[in-house]
C-alpha cells in the first residue's frame, strides 16, 4: 500500500486542494498454474490462472465533525493476458462514493458487494479462492456478484457487533421493483468468537431478457456453470448464509450454511423452485507465522425442479515470503451425482466454474500472490 499525496494535481485535484484529503493506489497480482482433471470433457489439463488479481484506488476528505467522503473504485483483470474480468468492465470489482460518520455509519452509492460478502465471507475458509464454496457458487459465498445501481449502510460498530443493509435500484419503466435487490446482514466479532449472517433477495429481471446478456436485474450472473445454469430463467433468487467461526489457539475451527431458492414464473423454462442446501466445516492452522493450512468439506444437495448431490473436499497450504509476497498451493475434489435440470450433474470446483462433463473433477495449483 503506497499512500499517494498531491502527485498529480491535474488528474487528482481534490488531494491537494485539501490538507486532509487522501487517495490511496492497492492491488494484489496473482499468477498461477493448475493441473484439472476432467474439464469440458477432457481427461487432463494445463492452464495457467489469475484467481482475484486486482488494482483499485480509495479517497477520503474530512469534512469535519467527525463526517467525512469516501470513494472506492477496484478493477479486477487477468495477469497472465491483461484482460479485464467482471465482463470487461472499467472498475467490475466496485464503484462507490459516498458519505462516512463516526457515530451514523457510512452510506455507499454504487456498483458494490451485498453484506453478506462483508460480514460472513471474511469468516470463511476460502482466504485466497473460492475452492471452499459451493459449486457454481450457486449461494454466492465467493462474491461472484455485486449489485449495481445500489446504496448501502454500514453500520459504526457496537461491542464486536456490525449491521448492514442494501437496496439496489430496478430502474425498470413501469415496474419499479423489475430487476431490485435488496439485502441485509449481521455480524459479530469478539475475543475467539465469530459469528455471521444475512439475506440477499434479487429480482431476476423482464420477463423476456431473463437468461440473456440484456437481463435488467441489478445483480450480475450466478449462472456460470452447469451447476444452475437450467435456471437461469428465474424470476427471483432467494439466498440465506450463515457461519460460526471458533479460534483454539492458532487453530480456528468453523462451520457454513446455506439455503439458495431459484424460483420461477411463468415466464421461466422450469415450473418448479430449485433449491440448494450447503453445509460445510472448515478448519484453519496458522502453524508458523509465516505458514498456514486450510482444510474443508462441503455437502451440497439441490430438490426441487431436478435433484443433484455434490461432495467437495479441498486442502490449501499458503506461506509468506515476506509482508507483501506469498506463495499458495491447493488441492480440490468434487463428485456430483443425480441431474442438474439439463441432464446428468457435473462435477464443478467451488467458484472456479470450469464444468467436469463427468461425475468428478480434480484441480490442483501453485500460485504466487503479492500485495502492493
Request: proline share 3%.
Amino acid at each position: 500500500m503506497k499512500k499517494l499525496m498531491c502527485i498529480a494535481s491535474l488528474a487528482l485535484p481534490a488531494v491537494c486542494a485539501h490538507a486532509q484529503s487522501s487517495v490511496t493506489l492497492y492491488g494484489i497480482i496473482i499468477s498461477g498454474v493448475s493441473y484439472v482433471h476432467n474439464s469440458d470433457g477432457q481427461s487432463s489439463q494445463f492452464r495457467t490462472t489469475s484467481f482475484g488479481s486486482r488494482w483499485g484506488m480509495r479517497g477520503s476528505e474530512d469534512l469535519g465533525g467527525g463526517l467525512k467522503t469516501v470513494f472506492i473504485l477496484e478493477n479486477g483483470y487477468n495477469s497472465n493476458n491483461g484482460g479485464l474480468a467482471q465482463g470487461g468492465r472499467e472498475f467490475g470489482r466496485k464503484a462507490v462514493v459516498g458519505l462516512s460518520s463516526d457515530t451514523l455509519g457510512t452510506v455507499t452509492l454504487g456498483r458494490q458487494f451485498d453484506p453478506m460478502v462483508d460480514l460472513v465471507q471474511p469468516l470463511q475458509a476460502n482466504t485466497v479462492i473460492g475452492v471452499f464454496t459451493a459449486p457454481g457458487d450457486v449461494d454466492n459465498a465467493d462474491a461472484s456478484i455485486r449489485i449495481q445501481n445500489s446504496v448501502k449502510w454500514v453500520s459504526p460498530t457496537w461491542g464486536g457487533v456490525k449491521a448492514e443493509a442494501l437496496y439496489g435500484v430496478g430502474g425498470v419503466a413501469g415496474s419499479a421493483t423489475n430487476g431490485q435487490s435488496y439485502a441485509a446482514g449481521l455480524g459479530y466479532n469478539k475475543g475467539s468468537l465469530g459469528l455471521g449472517a444475512g439475506y440477499l433477495h434479487i429480482d431476476n429481471g423482464t420477463a423476456s431478457l431473463r437468461g440473456t446478456a440484456t437481463t435488467t436485474s441489478t445483480a450480475d450472473s450466478l449462472f456460470g456453470s452447469a451447476v444452475n445454469s437450467a435456471y437461469s430463467s428465474a424470476k427471483a433468487i432467494e439466498i440465506v448464509r450463515a457461519i460460526a467461526t471458533y479460534q483454539f489457539g492458532p487453530v480456528t475451527v468453523g462451520t457454513l450454511g446455506s439455503f439458495s431458492d431459484y424460483e420461477p414464473d411463468g415466464a421461466s423454462k422450469f415450473k418448479t423452485s430449485e433449491k440448494y442446501k450447503v453445509i460445510s466445516p472448515f478448519a484453519i492452522w496458522q502453524i508458523t507465522a509465516p505458514l498456514s493450512t486450510n482444510i474443508g468439506y462441503l455437502y451440497m444437495k439441490s430438490s426441487g425442479a431436478s435433484s443433484a448431490t455434490y461432495h467437495e473436499a479441498a486442502f490449501q497450504v499458503d506461506y509468506a515470503l515476506s509482508k507483501s509476497t506469498d506463495v499458495y498451493s491447493f488441492i480440490a475434489y468434487t463428485h456430483a451425482s443425480g441431474s442438474n435440470g439439463l441432464g446428468a450433474a457435473q462435477a464443478v470446483i467451488g467458484s472456479l466454474d470450469q464444468n467436469a462433463g463427468k461425475p468428478s473433477q480434480v484441480n490442483i495449483n501453485f500460485s504466487i500472490r503479492h500485495f502492493f
